[in-house]
């Protein structure tokens, strides 16, 4: 089974089939391990009715007791090896599958981290937990074809030699009967696929709803919206309902029909052979061989139905994947170095141009538009943008994702400590070339890394820990905490309230020290007076080095050294905050909707 470490290889992703093609010769000793015990143990069980036959002709019919003996010692034998190979069989059977599960997440797990920041923006979080909670279970539980479904096939060829030996008839009924059982289960194993495609579209965007819906919950009550976004989420969950049923109703005719006409064809060979029987035709050791025979068949045939009903589902679940896999991140062609010295960055699209060394702030009605130019001037995105008249495109990504870093607002955090979720460990940033060795800030709390010095004992967090802290106003979350920044933080910091979730996003960049910073939104969650603090605070520490933000926020704006208006993503204006207020009505007004909404709040 696949090492936890172990490389899973470079997955298939022509198709559905590919890939689970894939996942066997990934394990073609298994699998074919697999496949022996099945066949093996599928035609063992074909023994029974040809011993039991045996033992009746004779044995029992004669009324020679030591043959009888000697056919049932061997119909004892055998059933007791078969149970041993049925246990090994079933072994290697979870094994495979726990190969083909471990394998999947694994290749799904590194292509997300390969992917970065251009997930988000590439693939919606409900098909990523879709793909996590349900399909890889259904590419591993499809995978047994390869032991059971190969085994069919051997006893099913078995079974109708044997039965040649018998009666020619019965054989033909036997080899022409089953396929036919087969091909009428065809038909709804490819209505079921378009009918499970559906339901696990719709079980994505679903699911996706729900995370908006959590992550903003708040905010709807705030806004009066929770009960319009709850009947919305309640259409969609009964339309995945109904999506539901009709998958449940195709997968109860499978099921039916899978164990159904096998028996009904059990009762018309049995039937046929009875008649032989009767005419003199085949001994009743032979008719009692026959029984057996097809009886025997039922379980390959209902195996193979079940196969085919898992293969349906197995290849919808891997095209989820392959279509995951076969993402791209934003590919890299740059061949030029970064500029050696800080430059200007400018973004031909929207006319913004960000001067080395100063706090910038753009202000957008629309803050989508803000946060575009962001995208572009960060690199997320294809775009003209120029770092020193150099495109972007043209510069190693490398030394971009060293030197600008773009903090979004509502950027994933990571489960762990909040000291590594913040800084990581000093070893990391020194390593990055991102360590900040300056002395705490004059007026900074000195803390011990979990409240009071005379409480803890702990060592005390490094310099660039305490003067992110300081510059975020986060120093009053690591009080609270009860070990301080040892304390435990969620996925997403869900432990934290909103405002304080911003505060460590914020400190987690300025932990970074990065050359040039471009933050989306920095404030918006927090309340006036500590907004004031960290814009006061931001540009202090910032000083001499290059830092964007977007805002609407006056409280930020006053502090920037140039502000730029943007009016349907292009620069309307640019100049300081009491310029523009002076100058510009448009600017003007789009401040005053922000105070007011302010004086609202209080």
């Not at 040039?516 to 939104?521: H, S």
Request: proline content about 5%.
């Amino acid at each position: 089974m696949i090492d936890a470490y172990e490389d899973p290889g470079t997955p298939d992703r022509r198709g559905g089939w590919h890939y689970l093609w894939w996942l066997v010769r990934r394990q073609p000793g298994r699998s074919a391990l697999g496949a022996l015990f099945a066949s093996v143990w599928m035609v063992l069980l074909t023994a029974t009715p040809y011993l039991m036959a045996k033992a009746i002709d004779e044995g029992l019919e004669p009324g020679d007791l030591g043959l009888l003996t000697a056919w049932s010692a061997a119909l004892f034998l055998v059933g007791a090896f078969n149970a041993w190979l049925s246990i090994m069989r079933h072994r290697t059977m979870t094994r495979v599958r726990m190969d083909a599960n471990f394998r999947t997440v694994k290749v799904v797990v590194d292509h997300a981290v390969r992917l970065g920041a251009a997930l988000s923006r590439r693939a919606g979080a409900g098909e990523v937990v879709t793909i996590g909670v349900g399909d890889v279970q259904t590419i591993a539980s499809a995978l047994t074809v390869v032991g059971p479904g190969v085994g069919a096939i051997i006893a099913y060829l078995v079974v109708a030699g044997l039965l040649v030996s018998v009666s020619p008839v019965i054989a033909a009924v036997v080899l022409l009967g089953m396929p036919v059982i087969v091909g009428l289960v065809g038909p709804f194993l490819t209505r079921l696929q378009g009918a499970e495609t559906e339901y696990r579209d719709r079980q994505g965007i679903l699911t996706a709803r729900i995370a908006d819906l959590a992550g903003g919950l708040r905010v709807l009550n705030g806004l009066g919206g929770k009960g319009l976004f709850a009947d919305a989420f309640q259409r969609d969950s009964r339309r995945l309902r109904e999506q539901g049923y009709r998958v449940g109703a195709v997968t109860s005719w499978v099921q039916a029909l899978g164990v159904g006409l096998p028996t009904l064809f059990l009762a018309v060979v049995t039937w046929l052979a009875a008649r032989l029987a009767a005419q003199g035709v085949i001994s009743i050791g032979e008719l009692v061989s026959v029984y057996g025979y097809v009886a025997v068949l039922v379980g390959p045939v209902a195996f193979w139905v079940e196969c085919g009903y898992m293969l349906s589902r197995g290849v919808v679940a891997a095209r989820r994947v392959v279509r995951f896999l076969s993402l791209e991140p934003m590919e890299d062609r740059g061949t030029k170095d970064a500029p050696a010295e800080p430059s200007v960055l400018h973004d031909p699209e929207s006319g913004v141009r960000i001067l080395p060394g100063r706090l910038t702030a753009l202000a957008a009605g629309r803050p989508a538009d803000a946060a575009e130019v962001v995208d572009r001037l960060g690199r997320y995105v294809p775009s003209r943008a120029t770092w020193a008249d150099v495109p972007l495109d043209e510069i190693v990504l490398s030394q971009i994702r060293e030197r600008i870093l773009v903090a979004d607002h509502e950027a994933d955090v990571f489960a762990d400590t909040l000291r590594k979720v913040i800084g990581g460990t000093d070893k990391a940033f020194r390593g990055a070339g991102l360590y900040q060795s300056a002395a705490p800030p004059r007026g900074a709390t000195s803390y011990d890394g979990a409240g009071p010095a005379t409480q803890r004992h702990a060592a005390p967090p490094p310099a660039h820990l305490t003067q992110a802290l300081h510059t975020a106003a986060a120093e009053d979350i690591v009080q609270a905490l009860p070990d301080g920044l040892d304390s435990p933080i969620d996925a997403n910091a869900r432990n934290l309230s909103g405002g304080q979730r911003q505060r460590i996003r914020l400190a987690r960049a300025l932990a970074a020290d990065p050359e040039v910073l471009l933050a989306i939104e920095p404030t918006s969650a927090l309340d006036a007076h500590t907004e004031a603090r960290v814009a006061t605070r931001l540009k202090e520490a910032r000083q001499g080095r290059t830092t964007v933000v977007t805002t609407t926020s006056p409280l930020v704006l006053a502090h920037a050294d140039t502000v730029i208006h943007l009016v349907d993503g292009k620069v309307a204006a640019t100049g300081t905050h009491q310029g523009l207020l002076d100058h510009d009505p448009a600017y003007k007004a789009l401040v005053a909707r922000d105070t007011d909404a302010e004086e609202a709040m209080r």
